[in-house]
Protein backbone atom coordinates (compact mmCIF):
# COMPACT_ATOMS: atom_id res chain seq x y z
CA UNK A 1 0.00 0.00 0.00
CA UNK A 2 3.17 2.38 0.18
CA UNK A 3 2.63 5.35 -1.83
CA UNK A 4 -1.17 4.64 -2.86
CA UNK A 5 -3.06 7.86 -2.25
CA UNK A 6 -5.71 5.70 -0.74
CA UNK A 7 -3.88 4.95 2.27
CA UNK A 8 -2.06 8.38 2.41
CA UNK A 9 -6.05 9.82 2.56
CA UNK A 10 -7.02 8.54 5.91
CA UNK A 11 -10.42 8.02 4.58
CA UNK A 12 -11.66 4.58 3.09
CA UNK A 13 -11.67 4.52 -0.70
CA UNK A 14 -15.45 3.30 -0.73
CA UNK A 15 -16.47 6.51 1.65
CA UNK A 16 -15.24 8.78 -1.60
CA UNK A 17 -16.77 7.75 -4.43
CA UNK A 18 -16.32 9.30 -7.93
CA UNK A 19 -18.76 11.82 -8.78
CA UNK A 20 -21.11 10.67 -11.54
CA UNK A 21 -21.22 12.85 -14.51
CA UNK A 22 -24.20 13.96 -15.62
CA UNK A 23 -25.45 14.85 -19.21
CA UNK A 24 -25.93 18.68 -19.52
CA UNK A 25 -29.53 17.76 -20.23
CA UNK A 26 -30.97 16.38 -17.53
CA UNK A 27 -33.77 18.50 -15.43
CA UNK A 28 -31.77 19.64 -12.54
CA UNK A 29 -28.84 21.25 -15.60
CA UNK A 30 -31.95 22.76 -17.82
CA UNK A 31 -33.31 24.51 -14.04
CA UNK A 32 -29.83 25.96 -13.59
CA UNK A 33 -29.19 27.18 -16.56
CA UNK A 34 -32.85 28.69 -16.56
CA UNK A 35 -32.13 30.39 -13.07
CA UNK A 36 -28.48 31.50 -14.13
CA UNK A 37 -30.54 33.14 -17.20
CA UNK A 38 -32.91 34.57 -15.19
CA UNK A 39 -30.31 36.25 -12.47
CA UNK A 40 -28.07 37.53 -15.83
CA UNK A 41 -31.29 38.91 -16.92
CA UNK A 42 -32.50 40.83 -13.78
CA UNK A 43 -28.99 42.29 -13.52
CA UNK A 44 -29.80 46.34 -14.18
CA UNK A 45 -26.04 46.94 -15.68
CA UNK A 46 -26.78 43.92 -18.65
CA UNK A 47 -30.38 45.33 -19.51
CA UNK A 48 -28.90 48.80 -19.79
CA UNK A 49 -26.13 48.09 -21.65
CA UNK A 50 -28.55 45.63 -23.69
CA UNK A 51 -30.50 48.56 -24.35
CA UNK A 52 -27.76 50.96 -24.95
CA UNK A 53 -26.76 48.98 -27.60
CA UNK A 54 -30.53 48.02 -29.13
CA UNK A 55 -31.20 51.73 -29.39
CA UNK A 56 -27.66 52.83 -31.42
CA UNK A 57 -28.38 49.88 -33.38
CA UNK A 58 -32.04 52.06 -34.24
CA UNK A 59 -30.35 54.91 -35.46
CA UNK A 60 -27.56 53.59 -37.76
CA UNK A 61 -29.93 52.89 -40.83
CA UNK A 62 -31.49 56.33 -40.28
CA UNK A 63 -28.02 57.88 -40.16
CA UNK A 64 -26.27 55.91 -42.89
CA UNK A 65 -27.68 58.01 -45.47
CA UNK A 66 -26.74 61.24 -44.08
CA UNK A 67 -23.34 59.36 -44.34
CA UNK A 68 -23.10 60.04 -40.21
CA UNK A 69 -22.19 58.30 -37.62
CA UNK A 70 -23.97 57.86 -33.97
CA UNK A 71 -21.55 59.73 -32.27
CA UNK A 72 -21.15 62.49 -34.87
CA UNK A 73 -24.85 62.93 -35.11
CA UNK A 74 -24.29 63.69 -30.81
CA UNK A 75 -21.56 66.10 -31.61
CA UNK A 76 -24.16 68.07 -33.69
CA UNK A 77 -27.30 67.97 -31.16
CA UNK A 78 -24.87 68.97 -28.74
CA UNK A 79 -23.95 72.05 -30.85
CA UNK A 80 -27.72 72.82 -31.89
CA UNK A 81 -27.52 73.41 -27.77
CA UNK A 82 -25.59 75.58 -27.44
CA UNK A 83 -22.73 77.08 -29.68
CA UNK A 84 -19.58 77.56 -29.92
CA UNK A 85 -18.22 75.21 -27.25
CA UNK A 86 -14.57 74.85 -25.73
CA UNK A 87 -13.51 70.97 -27.08
CA UNK A 88 -13.06 70.11 -23.96
CA UNK A 89 -16.71 71.02 -22.92
CA UNK A 90 -18.11 69.17 -25.23
CA UNK A 91 -16.06 66.39 -24.77
CA UNK A 92 -17.43 66.66 -20.72
CA UNK A 93 -20.86 66.72 -22.24
CA UNK A 94 -20.67 63.88 -24.50
CA UNK A 95 -19.17 61.44 -22.05
CA UNK A 96 -16.14 61.45 -24.30
CA UNK A 97 -12.40 62.09 -23.92
CA UNK A 98 -10.66 64.69 -26.07
CA UNK A 99 -8.41 62.32 -27.51
CA UNK A 100 -11.87 60.03 -28.81
CA UNK A 101 -13.92 63.82 -29.45
CA UNK A 102 -11.48 65.37 -32.13
CA UNK A 103 -11.38 62.45 -34.91
CA UNK A 104 -15.25 63.12 -34.60
CA UNK A 105 -14.41 66.99 -35.11
CA UNK A 106 -12.10 66.34 -38.04
CA UNK A 107 -14.35 64.01 -40.19
CA UNK A 108 -17.45 66.63 -39.31
CA UNK A 109 -15.29 69.71 -40.51
CA UNK A 110 -14.03 67.28 -43.86
CA UNK A 111 -18.32 67.16 -44.13
CA UNK A 112 -18.03 70.60 -43.65
CA UNK A 113 -20.69 71.09 -40.75
CA UNK A 114 -18.44 72.16 -38.13
CA UNK A 115 -15.39 74.90 -37.93
CA UNK A 116 -12.47 74.38 -35.53
CA UNK A 117 -10.99 77.77 -34.14
CA UNK A 118 -8.81 79.31 -31.56
CA UNK A 119 -10.74 81.36 -28.33
CA UNK A 120 -9.91 85.16 -29.13
CA UNK A 121 -9.74 85.54 -25.12
CA UNK A 122 -7.06 82.09 -25.31
CA UNK A 123 -5.58 80.60 -28.07
CA UNK A 124 -4.71 77.39 -26.18
CA UNK A 125 -8.74 77.06 -26.03
CA UNK A 126 -9.95 75.52 -28.81
CA UNK A 127 -13.60 75.88 -29.78
CA UNK A 128 -15.84 74.38 -32.08
CA UNK A 129 -19.61 75.86 -33.60
CA UNK A 130 -21.80 74.63 -37.01
CA UNK A 131 -20.92 76.11 -40.17
CA UNK A 132 -24.11 76.58 -42.27
CA UNK A 133 -24.31 73.51 -43.93
CA UNK A 134 -24.19 72.10 -40.89
CA UNK A 135 -27.24 74.50 -39.14
CA UNK A 136 -29.03 73.33 -42.35
CA UNK A 137 -28.54 69.77 -41.43
CA UNK A 138 -30.48 70.12 -37.80
CA UNK A 139 -33.54 69.60 -38.61
CA UNK A 140 -32.88 66.39 -40.79
CA UNK A 141 -31.32 65.07 -37.63
CA UNK A 142 -34.41 66.56 -35.58
CA UNK A 143 -36.42 64.11 -37.87
CA UNK A 144 -34.03 61.33 -36.93
CA UNK A 145 -34.16 61.69 -33.36
CA UNK A 146 -37.91 61.65 -33.18
CA UNK A 147 -38.32 58.68 -35.05
CA UNK A 148 -36.31 56.69 -32.56
CA UNK A 149 -37.83 58.24 -29.66
CA UNK A 150 -41.44 56.90 -31.16
CA UNK A 151 -39.61 53.58 -32.28
CA UNK A 152 -38.44 53.07 -28.47
CA UNK A 153 -41.26 54.74 -26.12
CA UNK A 154 -44.54 54.15 -27.84
CA UNK A 155 -47.93 55.13 -27.24
CA UNK A 156 -47.36 53.42 -23.66
CA UNK A 157 -44.26 55.32 -21.94
CA UNK A 158 -43.95 58.82 -21.01
CA UNK A 159 -40.88 60.00 -22.48
CA UNK A 160 -39.87 62.74 -20.33
CA UNK A 161 -40.22 60.36 -17.43
CA UNK A 162 -38.25 57.76 -19.22
CA UNK A 163 -35.34 60.48 -19.64
CA UNK A 164 -35.44 61.98 -16.36
CA UNK A 165 -34.72 58.38 -14.80
CA UNK A 166 -31.62 57.58 -17.30
CA UNK A 167 -30.45 60.61 -17.05
CA UNK A 168 -30.53 60.08 -12.50
CA UNK A 169 -29.00 56.57 -13.29
CA UNK A 170 -26.17 58.32 -15.06
CA UNK A 171 -25.66 60.99 -12.31
CA UNK A 172 -25.79 58.67 -10.14
CA UNK A 173 -23.22 56.02 -11.55
CA UNK A 174 -21.08 59.30 -12.70
CA UNK A 175 -20.74 60.55 -9.20
CA UNK A 176 -20.09 57.18 -7.39
CA UNK A 177 -16.96 56.06 -10.49
CA UNK A 178 -15.61 60.12 -9.40
CA UNK A 179 -15.45 59.68 -5.80
CA UNK A 180 -14.21 55.97 -6.15
CA UNK A 181 -11.29 57.60 -8.20
CA UNK A 182 -11.33 60.69 -5.76
CA UNK A 183 -10.60 57.61 -3.05
CA UNK A 184 -7.69 55.97 -5.62
CA UNK A 185 -6.00 59.37 -5.81
CA UNK A 186 -5.82 59.99 -2.25
CA UNK A 187 -4.71 56.10 -1.65
CA UNK A 188 -1.87 56.67 -4.25
CA UNK A 189 -0.85 60.27 -2.20
CA UNK A 190 -0.91 58.53 0.88
CA UNK A 191 1.48 55.15 -0.82
CA UNK A 192 3.91 57.91 -2.00
CA UNK A 193 3.85 59.26 1.35
CA UNK A 194 5.16 56.57 3.18
CA UNK A 195 7.26 56.05 0.61
CA UNK A 196 9.32 59.37 0.61
CA UNK A 197 9.06 58.55 4.29
Not at 50 to 74: E, G
Not at 132 to 144: E, N, S
Not at 165 to 187: C, I, M, P, S, W
Request: aromatic share 4%; proline share 6%.
Amino acid sequence: MRGDPRALSGVRWRECPRPRHRRTDEPEDEEMAQRSLSLLQDETGVLLAAASRAVVSLYRPLLQPLNLTHPQYLVLLALDEEEPQAVVDLAEKLHLTPGTLSPLLKRLEVFGYVSRFRDATDERRLSVGLTHAGRDMLPVIWRVGDQVRRDIAGDDVDDSRLRDLLQGVLDRATAHEQAHDHADDHEDEDAADAGQA
